[in-house]
T-cell receptor, first 114, second 117 residues
Framework: AQSVSQHNHHVILSEAASLELGCNYS??????LFWYVQYPGQHLQLLLK??????LVKGIKGFEAEFIKSKFSFNLRKPSVQWSDTAEYFC????????????FGKGTTLSVSS | GAVVSQHPSWVICKSGTSVKIECRSL??????MFWYRQFPKQSLMLMAT?????????EQGVEKDKFLINHASLTLSTLTVTSAHPEDSSFYIC?????????????FGEGSRLTVL
């Protein structure tokens, strides 16, 4: 079955700490991979996406993610978090064929203390 | 480009009434639109997939008679929550797949928060 697993339910960090959020997927075929952020009370925003090519993807706000095909993983990283990064983070996957739905992970809540 | 707009952003209704939420792709034609539901502190769950001019395909456990989806054109899909009850209170989010880019990327609306009293 198609699924996305985010291992960390709630991560608590101090400002300037490094961040890595895990994401593993189970999905047949060639995939697209995404990370979204949702700030409290707000809508989804796309952080970064992977379609093909360089497995290290850079996104907005200093985030990056690495696609490791052999591990079916797409972990999100940021070298130094800020208080404003406090939010919910969702990993998502779909097929690279047009018109396929995104499957979301359960999300990781990141709390950053100043 | 690739903007998806939802209306209304917020809606409060009485139990038993019906509510319609619109999802429009403003600057592209959407071959397929998807409707998701997000309960507080939870992830997005796919409700249904709709293609222009066709009947929507609903995910298991989603009542098609309660959540009516119409995809009348390549830029508009509507979700009608019929006979809404408090347990239908949720954040409803639509997304669309572009006919042009054809990459599998979806573009999301800002969501519609439904509160049923």
């Amino acid at each position: 079955a198609q699924s996305v697993s985010q291992h960390n339910h709630h991560v608590i960090l101090s400002e300037a700490a490094s961040l890595e959020l895990g994401c593993n997927y189970s999905y047949g075929g060639t995939v697209n991979l995404f990370w979204y952020v949702q700030y409290p009370g707000q809508h989804l925003q796309l952080l970064l996406k992977y379609f093909s090519g360089d497995p290290l993807v850079k996104g907005i706000k200093g985030f990056e993610a690495e696609f490791i095909k052999s591990k079916f993983s797409f972990n999100l990283r940021k070298p130094s978090v800020q208080w404003s990064d406090t939010a919910e983070y969702f990993c998502a996957v779909n097929s690279n064929q047009a018109g396929t739905a995104l499957i979301f992970g359960k999300g990781t809540t990141l709390s950053v203390s100043s | 480009g690739a903007v998806v707009s939802q209306h209304p952003s917020w809606v409060i209704c009485k139990s038993g009434t019906s509510v319609k939420i619109e999802c429009r792709s403003l600057d592209f034609q959407a071959t397929t639109m998807f409707w998701y539901r997000q309960f507080p502190k939870q992830s997005l769950m796919l409700m249904a997939t709709s293609n222009e001019g066709s009947k929507a395909t609903y995910e298991q456990g989603v009542e098609k008679d309660k959540f009516l989806i119409n995809h009348a054109s390549l830029t508009l899909s509507t979700l009608t929550v019929t006979s809404a009850h408090p347990e239908d209170s949720s954040f409803y989010i639509c997304s669309a797949s572009s006919r042009v880019t054809n990459t599998g990327e979806l573009f999301f609306g800002e969501g519609s928060r439904l509160t049923v009293l």
